[in-house]
């Protein structure tokens, strides 16, 4: 890195990933190794709050039209914007040739959709983005961070997790190993890869804060509070069959497919993990757990949503 504090940008900070990755920069252990966080807005800067009040940040806004004046003096971009804006990426990836960025951060943070066998539109779009990256900035080191599926936002019926009625049903086996990430431990898994030097930051990788089998997740749900969870498996081949006979934008039933395969373990059994390069033995944070889902929310997360949605 040019600078010993580099300057960080996030891009789309105050969307459903993106508040945890800025209040991650800004945390008082990872603001202080950045000598500037500029949180990027497309509004004014009245749409940026919530963060640590007593943390220093910039923010600027910006457009299509003003894309690479926005990254003035920045060497790390950190790219969360959602599925909505694959236009906008790709235009703010277009702009970093004219900026003295030296590390990217593209929005990927979900499943590694690299080892998939089927098309998926959101998907499709994300590997394009990877591409052109690759063709276009060749001297910025990209960094693809995968960290399987979102713990807050997945043990729910979309996903198989009938919490309310206590079953749960799995494609394929339910003893298949699954890796979830909280988001704000995504948010802190990205700051600690931003300290490093470009060279020694990896191109690719998997974390996984906990990683567990829905049979497993039965369990623990059911030792919070839940008590007894009945767990069935439906046919994974049928089902992946029908989900993949029209590709589609919504990943849920992908997703599901994608458990019973094994494709979203982020172990060293799997696709690899990556947890003790960014948090040595925890030294930096605590990992949340499916167990610390379970005791917050009485072993019923999403118990109160209605599903399928009116």
């Known amino acids: 890195m040019s600078a010993s504090r580099p300057v960080v940008a996030i891009a789309g900070a105050t969307g459903h990933l993106g508040r945890h990755v800025a209040s991650a920069f800004l945390s008082p252990f990872f603001r202080s190794k950045f000598s500037d966080i500029i949180l990027l807005s497309r509004k004014d800067a ?139 431990d995504v948010g802190k898994t990205v700051a600690a890869l931003a300290t490093l030097p470009p060279d020694l930051a990896p191109s690719t990788l998997h974390v996984g804060g906990d990683t567990r089998s829905i049979s497993e997740i039965a369990s623990i749900m059911g030792d919070a509070g839940a008590g007894q969870i009945e767990v069935t498996e439906i046919p994974l081949d049928e089902y992946k069959k029908e989900k993949t006979a029209t590709p589609s934008w919504d990943p849920a039933g992908y997703l599901r497919f994608l458990m019973g395969e094994d494709k979203i373990d982020h172990t060293d059994g799997g696709l690899g993990g990556d947890n003790e390069l960014v948090n040595p033995q925890q030294l930096l944070w605590k990992w949340t757990t499916l167990a610390d889902l379970a005791e917050h929310a009485g072993g019923r997360p999403w118990n109160d949503y209605v599903w399928p949605p009116q």
Do not use: M
């Open 46 to 184: 009245s749409s940026i709050a919530g963060f640590e009040s007593n943390a220093e940040y910039t923010v600027r806004k910006y457009d299509e039209d003003n894309i690479s004046k926005a990254l003035q003096g920045v060497q790390v971009l950190v790219n969360t914007v959602g599925p909505a804006g694959h236009s906008f990426k790709e235009k703010l990836l277009q702009a970093l040739p004219q900026t003295d960025v030296e590390i990217y951060f593209p929005s990927e943070f979900g499943v590694d959709h690299y080892v998939h066998d089927f098309a998926h539109l959101e998907w499709d779009e994300k590997k394009k983005h990877f591409a052109l990256a690759q063709k276009i900035i060749p001297n910025v080191k990209v960094c693809r961070l995968f960290c399987g599926l979102f713990l807050e936002d997945s043990i729910g019926p979309w996903f198989g997790f009938d919490t309310r009625n206590g079953k749960y049903e799995s494609v394929g086996s339910c003893q298949s190993p699954i890796s979830f990430t909280s988001l704000d």
